[in-house]
Nanobody, 123 residues
Framework: QVQLVESGGGLVQAGGSLRLSCAAS????????MGWFRQAPGKEREFVAAISGSGVFKYYADNVKGRFTISRDNAKNTVYLQMNSLKPEDTAVYFC????????????????WGQGTQVTVSS
């Protein structure tokens, strides 16, 4: 199994920034794809960003493109989500996920999911 632990969430004012981290352990690999998703109360889970094992391919949801950046440190089995220019509509629980291959853009085909970390953006 693969275990994922998210960190870095918190409360920030609109226009501010946060950096989320997701550390993978267990039967994982530096070649695995990793992604970020979020879910706000009363809403469906939403794709945010994903990155291939090599880091060559990156996908972003249209409503975060240009504001969020996904990156990874394969030596640490960790993926990051740098979130800038945060908006109140970014408020959600953010989940990290891992898969052996990079799923199609915007899909949810991941094998392992983390517990989630709360991000709250005040207006």
């Amino acid at each position: 199994q693969v275990q994922l632990v998210e960190s870095g969430g918190g409360l920030v004012q609109a226009g501010g920034s946060l950096r989320l981290s997701c550390a993978a352990s267990g039967r994982t690999s530096s070649t695995y794809a990793m992604g970020w998703f979020r879910q706000a109360p009363g809403k469906e889970r939403e794709f945010v960003a994903a990155i291939s094992g090599s880091g060559v391919f990156k996908y972003y949801a249209d409503n975060v493109k240009g504001r969020f950046t996904i990156s990874r440190d394969n030596a640490k089995n960790t993926v990051y989500l740098q979130m800038n220019s945060l908006k109140p509509e970014d408020t959600a629980v953010y989940f990290c996920a891992v898969n052996k291959y990079l799923p199609p853009a915007g899909t949810y085909e991941y094998s392992y999911w983390g517990q989630g970390t709360q991000v709250t953006v005040s207006s």
